[in-house]
T-cell receptor
């Protein structure tokens, strides 16, 4: 199946700093990428949907100025958590969908962010 | 509104069979997914149903009834490694996934 990677897998940062998480589709072109956040023992919460070359569509309640998403190429999307706070600590997961693949999303392994 | 319901937690015995139910309400429907998620890991794809009926894949089977807005995941010959959360997700008319909260499955020896 298709492979999606995320980097870093774990990151610890101090309050007030920014953190960038990369999501790459390794063997296919991802026209659409999704960013999810997952709190402990909770389901996935969709943060935003990004299409290559256009601005991301954010879900209600997600601050677009705080969670900057860039989908500059068909294989790379980045999520930058700006001015991080301890409450931003979470598990962030990206997924990707190919151009002809209406159904399945391929998930990255996730990034564990801890803000101290 | 759009909603997915599934039990929070289930317990089963190694070697037994367990059925995890899921009901959904979405704006349009383009299929029902089941994912497995082990603690601290991303979800992995298990099954996709868009037509009514049962899809069997090894020890795992998934069933869909579109008229009832209902699906279940059936796990046979349970193994300890099947202990995980099982997420039900329905795809709406915009091809977006609506996620359930997940069912934590605990397998006992």
């Amino acid at each position: 199946g298709a492979v999606v990677s995320q980097h870093p897998s774990r990151v610890i940062c101090k309050s007030g700093t920014s953190v960038k998480i990369e999501c790459r589709s390794l063997d296919f072109q991802a026209t659409t990428m999704f960013w999810y956040r997952q709190f402990p023992k909770k389901s996935l919460m969709l943060m935003a949907t990004s299409n290559e070359g256009s601005k991301a569509t954010y879900e209600q309640g997600v601050e677009k100025d705080k969670f900057l998403i860039n989908h500059a190429s068909l294989t790379l999307s980045t999520l930058t958590v700006t001015s991080a706070h301890p409450e931003d600590s979470s598990f962030y997961i990206c997924s990707a969908r190919g151009p002809g693949d209406r159904e399945e999303q391929y998930f990255g392994p996730g990034t564990r962010l801890t803000v101290t | 509104g759009q909603n997915i319901d599934q039990p929070t937690e289930m317990t089963a015995t190694e070697g037994a069979i367990v059925q995890i139910n899921c009901t959904y309400q979405t704006s349009g429907f383009n299929g029902l997914f089941w994912y497995q998620q082990h603690a601290g890991e991303a979800p992995t794809f298990l099954s996709y149903n868009v037509l009514d009926g049962l899809e069997e894949k090894g020890r795992f089977s998934s069933f869909l009834s579109r008229s009832k807005g209902y699906s279940y995941l059936l796990l046979k010959e349970l193994q300890m490694k099947d202990s995980a959360s099982y997420l039900c997700a329905a795809m709406d008319s915009n091809y977006q996934l609506i996620w359930g909260a997940g069912t934590k499955l605990i397998i006992k020896p």
